[in-house]
């Protein structure tokens, strides 16, 4: 069932609702910190030797253009114009940029807002701690990554949280109930968000292509390596035999 039809089907949460829900984002979360941690180990695996064979082979190919050029073998292209770098592998990523002015102000309204230490006296049980614990982490896994969306998603549940609405009143307590069902839904809806972007992605792509080829009984990314080192020998033979040919 979407976690986003929760409240449609429990009009009036418990707290045995509740708990359930956030026993679901908790997991919700650990599953996601795998999927990012496997595909980063990817992206870092995919740079440092598949990338480094293709600056290879770059430096090749424009090294085999320079040659034939001298040789008279290819005219040069003086339509070309310089135009705007391309982008590195790491470019837009947000996890290596500098943190924005707004990101800093955002982290340090949810730290002063959320962080254990801010705790008034009379709301400093261990549930309450815990809860404190567990959104300060994950404002500061989301601080690391520097998203700001998700930064702004644990602010704006913070206002619906108990901590923020804590009552002995029944009614206030069903309506803080409440609030805190509908902070957790939106919290797994984030979620299934960030699911789907991280499948959408390119490098998600590649981990699914190679545990197909794995359950199939090869290895993609070897194969991937070996392919381009082909093309890196072919494209020296290939210089090697030009310069020998026209060696002005």
């Known amino acids: 069932m979407p976690s986003t039809s929760f409240l449609q089907t429990i009009v009036k949460p418990t707290q045995e609702d509740v708990a359930a829900l956030e026993r679901r984002v908790a997991e919700r979360e650990r599953d996601l910190l795998s999927v990012k941690t496997q595909l980063q180990q990817l992206q870092v695996r995919y740079l440092s030797e598949l990338g480094a064979l293709y600056a290879e082979l770059n430096a090749l190919d424009e090294e085999l253009a320079q040659a034939e050029i001298k040789a008279g073998l290819r005219v040069p292209d003086e339509l070309d114009e310089p135009g705007e770098p391309e982008p590195s592998a790491s470019a837009g990523c947000s996890s290596t940029s500098a943190p924005s002015s707004a990101l800093k102000a955002m982290f340090r309204d949810i730290a002063r807002a959320v962080h254990p230490d801010a705790a008034p006296a009379a709301h400093t049980d261990e549930r309450t701690r815990y809860r404190r614990h567990s959104l300060m982490a994950e404002a500061n896994r989301a601080y690391a990554e520097r998203d700001e969306d998700r930064l702004r998603l644990i602010l704006r549940a913070w206002k619906f949280d108990e901590d923020a609405a804590a009552c002995t009143d029944p009614d206030a307590e069903r309506a803080r109930l409440h609030r805190r069902a509908a902070a957790l839904t939106e919290r797994l809806a984030a979620l299934d968000a960030d699911f789907?972007?991280?499948?959408?992605?390119?490098?998600?792509?590649?981990?699914?292509?190679?545990?197909?080829?794995?359950?199939?009984?090869?290895?993609?990314?070897?194969?991937?390596?070996?392919?381009?080192?082909?093309?890196?020998?072919a494209a020296q033979i290939k210089l090697i035999r030009l310069r020998r040919r026209h060696p002005r």
């Open 196 to 233: 789907d972007d991280l499948r959408s992605s390119a490098i998600a792509r590649l981990q699914r292509r190679i545990d197909e080829a794995r359950a199939q009984g090869w290895d993609l990314f070897a194969e991937m390596v070996r392919q381009i080192k082909r093309e890196i020998a």
